[in-house]
């Protein structure tokens, strides 16, 4: 199947501070989305992306459906504890049946 | 409006033994979904429903997996016999239909049930 990169897989960070992570995929995607997943709890959608070059904003999240079709990003402005969890890009197939999910990308927020 | 629900949410089995997850999925919608997520990896598809029919399950593992939808609302996931390599979280999601559009890409994910096979 497809494989989707996602960096860094970890990420410790002072309250405040802004994040950065990224996925990238050797396919081309229809949709980009980006997920989070707090502990024992499932993944929640926070940003879906629908067009290549798109930039969305949730609150302090922002993220960009790449011009290849091939990668997206996801920032985090102004980080807060709560924003702790695992952090899930996943892109969709052209024929809308499938989601490919990356590693994770797993944040600690320290006060 | 109810969310997906996931029963139970931790097993702990041996090996050989069989375990039966179970899904609900969120009112009304008909796209049901299996994933499985082993500790560091991605979290890896499985199967999809459409109502009662499994419309892509290219990603089950092998035949010790089996899927069910009886009458297009909740779902089971059975693994007979379990092994070892089985262990991680499984979740499930629900979508509404391609008649809502964008939305059926929106898949709202259940609390998982972790399995544990020793």
């Known amino acids: 199947g497809q494989q989707l990169n996602q960096s860094p897989q970890s990420m410790f960070i002072q309250e405040g501070e802004d994040v950065s992570m990224n996925c990238t995929s050797s396919?081309?995607?229809?949709?980009w989305l980006w997920y989070k997943q707090d502990p024992g709890e499932g993944p929640v959608l926070l940003i879906a992306l629908y067009k290549a070059g798109e930039l969305t904003s949730n609150g302090r999240l922002t993220a960009q459906f790449g011009i290849t079709r091939k990668d997206s990003f996801l920032n985090i402005s102004a980080s807060i504890p709560s924003d702790v969890g695992i952090y899930f890009c996943a892109g969709v197939s052209n024929t809308g049946n499938q989601f490919y999910f990356g590693t994770g990308t797993s944040l600690t927020v320290i006060p | 409006e109810a969310g997906v629900t996931q029963f139970p949410s931790h097993s702990v089995i041996e090996k050989g033994q069989t375990v039966t997850l179970r899904c609900d999925p969120i009112?009304?919608?008909?796209?049901l979904y299996w994933y499985r997520r082993v500790m560091g990896k991605e979290i890896k598809f499985l199967l999809h429903f459409v109502k009662e029919s499994k419309q892509d399950e290219s990603g089950m593992p092998n035949n010790r997996f089996l899927a069910e939808r009886t009458g297009g609302t909740y779902s089971t996931l059975k693994v007979q016999p379990a092994e070892l390599e089985d262990s991680g979280v499984y979740f499930c999601a629900s979508s509404q239909d391609r008649a809502s559009g964008r939305r059926y890409n929106e898949q709202f994910f259940g609390p998982g049930t972790r399995l544990t096979v020793l």
């Open positions: 009112s009304g919608h008909d796209n």
């Open positions: 396919s081309i995607f229809n949709t």
